[in-house]
């Protein structure tokens, strides 16, 4: 019995170190770049984790729906992500941790709301 206790721990761990990592999703406005308080709290909320977990990234993508001008919508996803990545940063984050990448303007998206957010997840190297 006493060998089957750390087979047991060690089955435990292994389970929890295989699940996927959390996504946060911060929601902007339309054809806006501000943060409001509830974005600023998910932001919050992040880099106490990341705090927590220092050899892990912080990766940032941002998206922006497909409208009438895609350079345009192209560059609101790129600001988005940049926002988020100085908030993270200016919160305490580590510059050399954050990653960030814009994605192309989509109209897959299941919502127009959907298409105005920034992701971000915490992984590892």
């Known amino acids: 019995m006493r060998r089957l206790l750390p087979v047991l721990g060690l089955s435990l761990l292994a389970g929890c170190a295989t699940q996927p990592a959390r996504k946060y999703v911060v929601f902007f406005?339309?054809?806006s770049v501000e943060l409001d308080s509830s974005s600023?709290?998910?932001i919050s909320e992040i880099c106490a984790k990341a705090q927590r977990h220092p050899s892990r990234i912080v990766q940032i993508e941002g998206y922006a729906g497909a409208g009438q001008d895609l350079s345009a919508d192209s560059l609101l996803a790129v600001q988005r992500a940049k926002l988020v990545a100085e908030q993270l940063h200016q919160d305490g984050v580590s510059g050399d941790r954050i990653r960030q990448t814009p994605r192309a303007p989509s109209t897959t998206e299941a919502?127009?709301?959907?298409?105005?957010r920034?992701?971000?997840?915490?992984v590892n190297p």
Do not use: K, P, Q
Not at 111 to 116: I, L, P, T
Not at 118 to 122: G, M
């Open 29 to 31: 406005a339309n054809n």
């Open 111 to 116: 919502s127009a709301v959907g298409s105005r």
């Open 118 to 122: 920034v992701e971000i997840e915490l």
């Open 40 to 42: 600023r709290a998910v």
